[in-house]
């Protein structure tokens, strides 16, 4: 699944986020977005994948789509795939 900027987001460890702009002037993060921790907002930069950073250590704070509740799933019954 492809990252789509336009739809609701989250980062990966469950926090909300909102992208503020998608047209950032600098071309190698160009996506702005603010988080919030509980404790307030933070803002950060991500390139246009989504990922707010290239160390795999750090992935939860990379956005994604928060999953939409209405979406089907097909399981195959005998495998529970």
């Not at 404790?39 to 956005?63: H, K, Q, W, Y």
């Amino acid at each position: 699944m492809t990252f789509d900027p336009a739809k609701p987001v989250r980062l990966r460890n469950g926090w909300k986020a909102r992208i503020i702009c998608t047209d950032r002037r600098d071309n190698s993060m160009p996506i702005v977005y603010l988080y919030d921790d509980g404790s307030g907002e933070g803002v950060r930069c991500a390139f246009a994948n989504g990922m707010a950073t290239e160390a795999p250590d750090d992935e939860n704070i990379d956005l994604a789509v928060e999953p939409n509740p209405y979406d089907l799933i097909n399981v195959d019954v005998d495998t529970g795939s």
